[in-house]
């Protein structure tokens, strides 16, 4: 499969715990983004990487979400003391980088935060 | 601050006609604008995508048509199927970085 992949595809937890995500973007894009969609909203930027870098936050990336990506392949994404209004489906995407590419998404995890 | 704002909500049409949805922006600094479609569940898939230097763009039963002086972008889909049921979004990038997303159209298609 050639595509983004994204794990797990579903977490349920309780508040106050913590939660990663890992996702592994299209072999060689050098660029991988994390969104956020709510139910019935578009996906919400997070941050990017262009290879290793982390170039960009949101200001939606409060101090319990970090993300790294530690080899410039995949990524994850932690947040910290989960809280009931982080649940969500966190989306990753990934592109070659350049003006127009375009930006392949996963399938997303699911975060059910009780 | 919601920067590109999507219409209509929702869309029902009968199968073999035409759905339209549109797109406004206000930041002249996009300089490419992507449609994206959404089952439910499911990651959003890319659809079609223009730039601004180009009025029209057509892929199969989808075009895009893009009014750089209006700041506008609509989707058509020609000869709607059942199948195209899902959730529509327009998007918007600047400066080859994030993308802002509309809020989104369920269209619904009906046999």
């Known amino acids: 499969d050639t595509g983004v992949s994204q794990d797990p595809r579903h977490k349920i937890t309780k508040r106050g715990q913590n939660v990663t995500f890992r996702c592994d973007p299209i072999?060689?894009?050098?660029?991988l983004y994390w969104y956020r969609q709510t139910l019935g909203q578009g996906p919400e930027f997070l941050t990017y990487?262009?290879?290793?870098?982390?170039?960009?936050k949101s200001r939606l990336l409060s101090d319990r979400f970090s993300a790294e990506r530690p080899k410039g392949s995949f990524s994850t994404l932690e947040i910290q003391r989960t809280e009931q209004g982080d649940s969500a489906m966190y989306l990753c995407a990934s592109t070659q980088g350049g003006r127009f590419d375009e930006q392949y998404f996963g399938p997303g995890t699911r975060l059910t935060v009780t | 601050q919601q920067q590109v704002k999507q219409s209509p909500q929702s869309l029902i049409v009968q199968k073999g006609g035409i759905s339209i949805i549109n797109c406004a922006y206000e930041n002249t600094a996009f300089d490419y604008f992507p449609w994206y479609q959404q089952f439910p569940g499911k990651g959003p898939a890319l659809l079609i995508a223009?730039?601004?230097?180009?009025s029209e763009k057509k892929e199969g039963r989808f075009t895009i048509s893009f009014n750089k002086s209006a700041k506008q972008f609509s989707l058509h889909i020609m000869d709607s199927q059942p199948g195209d049921s899902a959730t529509y979004f327009c998007?918007?990038?600047?400066?080859?970085?994030?993308?802002?997303f509309g809020e989104g159209t369920q269209l619904t298609v009906n046999p």
């Open positions: 223009i730039r601004p230097d180009v």
């Open positions: 990487f262009q290879n290793e870098a982390q170039l960009e």
């Open positions: 998007a918007a990038r600047c400066c080859g970085s994030r993308l802002t």
């Open positions: 072999s060689e894009h050098n660029r």
